[in-house]
């Protein structure tokens, strides 16, 4: 079965520091793909970063890195210097190469505290 | 990236009613998404939209309640019938471009009173 797993529901971070929210994959396909995406209170699911399964070097892109784990089945996410502007849902979803649906995680609830 | 326009942002309607939601993307898109998310849970696929097909609707949703229209490339509407509260929810569309990333309109957040 597909499963995405995020098991931190909230989290408070210090402005200005790093944070990783965690994410597990489950899945048999050997091709896939692995998103983040943000969700700020107004609603809009804001797309952040990709990684494909294929891919040797993890993505990158500005603030936002994806520590992908391939053996360990994790693809988490690192925002460095984090911002007010980052508080937000943060969504991990996966999709196989099956299928072409997303899986989504269930989401974390990231307040910055200034 | 594509850029994606939803209308109406949102709206609180009667039960009994119906909603047409417009998605409009700046781009030709072969398959266009249509998602429902309810709230505090994460996103459901209610339908994918091929142009020139009929819309395939995943299970536990189904045409007479959600049709679909989706009349060219760059556009497809998503009409939420007969509402009643339980379908209060952010309704999104999304597209996926070559490179396989997955982008999505701001959303229709819709209250049924």
């Known amino acids: 079965a597909q499963k995405i797993t995020q098991t931190q529901p909230g989290m408070f971070v210090q402005e200005k520091e790093a944070v990783t929210l965690d994410c597990t994959y489950d899945?048999?396909?050997?091709?896939?793909?692995l998103f983040w995406y943000k969700q700020p209170s107004s609603g809009e699911m804001i797309f952040l970063i990709y990684q494909g399964s294929y891919d040797e070097q993890n993505a990158t892109e500005g603030r936002y890195s994806l520590n992908f784990q391939k053996a360990r089945k994790s693809a988490n996410l690192v925002i460095s210097a984090s911002q007010l502007g980052d508080s937000a849902m943060y969504f991990c979803?996966?999709?196989?190469?099956?299928?072409?649906?997303?899986?989504w995680g269930a989401g974390t609830k990231l307040i910055i505290k200034p | 990236s594509a850029v994606i326009s939803q209308k109406p942002s949102r709206d609180i309607c009667q039960r009994g009613t119906s909603l047409t939601i417009q998605c409009q993307v700046d781009s030709q898109v072969t398959m266009m998404f249509w998602y429902r998310q309810q709230p505090g849970q994460s996103l459901t696929l209610i339908a994918t939209a091929n142009q020139g097909s009929e819309a395939t609707y995943e299970s536990g949703f189904v045409i007479d309640k959600f049709p679909i229209s989706r009349p060219n490339l760059t556009f497809s509407t998503l009409t939420v019938s007969n509402m009643s509260p339980e379908d209060s929810s952010i309704y999104l569309c999304?597209?996926?471009?070559?490179?396989?990333?997955?982008?999505f309109g701001p959303g229709t957040r819709l209250t049924v009173t």
């Open positions: 979803a996966m999709r196989v190469e099956s299928n072409y649906q997303l899986i």
């Open positions: 999304s597209v996926s471009n070559a490179r396989d990333e997955q982008y």
């Open positions: 899945t048999s396909d050997q091709s896939y793909g």
